[in-house]
T-cell receptor
Framework: NAGVTQTPKFQVLKTGQSMTLQCAQD?????MYWYRQDPGMGLRLIYY???????DKGEVPNGYNVSRLNKREFSLRLESAAPSQTSVYFC??????????????FGAGSRLTVL | SQKIEQNSEALNIQEGKTATLTCNYT??????LQWYRQDPGRGPVFLLL?????KEKRKERLKVTFDTTLKQSLFHITASQPADSATYLC??????????FGGGTRLMVKP
């Protein structure tokens, strides 16, 4: 059972280049998320998709775009990368648990360096 | 503004002892709070969830408490083992603000 799969695992970009981080889940979850993790800052929500066909901004959406391609896939795009976007990016998905709470399943992360 | 505080300094304890990690939050009224474990180079993994009307939750050697008056959750690992060494993240949930994570506390259990 793969869970949440992210690609690529590592990427180095130059300032101004664009790239897309891919995420796919095989758990039939409705909701998907993109977080970034920086030292001392915790995980910060960039964008989320509560269900197929919807996307919403999180805490730090500037400089990013997302696409919920179908129920399985949620991609994150950097149109013009900046050094401030150097970070580890995590994709996650969730289904509402029996207790009514959202429990997240995370991917392994994508480490992005912008020079 | 909303804030989640976890001790950013590593917690070092001896094997067999109880580890206690603290999560304080401000300007939140979370309906529930979750704890995750994160190992180096990997994504967080869900451990436990506790609701606002629950004082305590247990799972094997793990125990979580939730004090909505103090705005604090404590995470305990009893009979700790070196394999428990990891970073532990707390995540209060507020319906208007989704799941928001603290910076995590790194636990080191020495044999």
């Amino acid at each position: 059972n793969a869970g949440v799969t992210q690609t690529p695992k590592f990427q180095v970009l130059k300032t101004g280049q664009s790239m897309t981080l891919q995420c796919a889940q095989d758990m039939n979850h409705n909701s998907m998320y993109w977080y970034r993790q920086d030292p001392g800052m915790g995980l910060r929500l960039i964008y989320y998709s509560a269900s197929e066909g919807t996307t919403d901004k999180g805490e730090v959406p500037n400089g990013y775009n997302v696409s919920r391609l179908n129920k399985r896939e949620f991609s994150l795009r950097l149109e013009s990368a900046a050094p401030s976007q150097t970070s580890v990016y995590f994709c996650a998905s969730s289904a509402v648990s029996l207790s009514g709470a959202n429990v997240l399943t995370f991917g392994a992360g994508s480490r992005l360096t912008v020079l | 503004s909303q804030k989640i505080e976890q001790n950013s300094e590593a917690l070092n304890i001896q094997e067999g002892k109880t580890a206690t990690l603290t999560c304080n939050y401000t300007n939140y009224s979370p309906a529930y709070l979750q704890w995750y474990r994160q190992d180096p180079g990997r994504g967080p993994v869900f451990l436990l969830l506790i609701r606002e009307n629950e004082k305590e939750k247990r799972k094997e050697r793990l125990k979580v408490t939730f004090d909505t008056t103090l705005k604090q959750s404590l995470f305990h690992i009893t009979a700790s083992q070196p394999a428990d060494s990891a970073t532990y993240l707390c995540a209060p949930y507020n319906a208007g603000n989704m799941l928001t994570f603290g910076g995590g506390t790194r636990l080191m259990v020495k044999p």
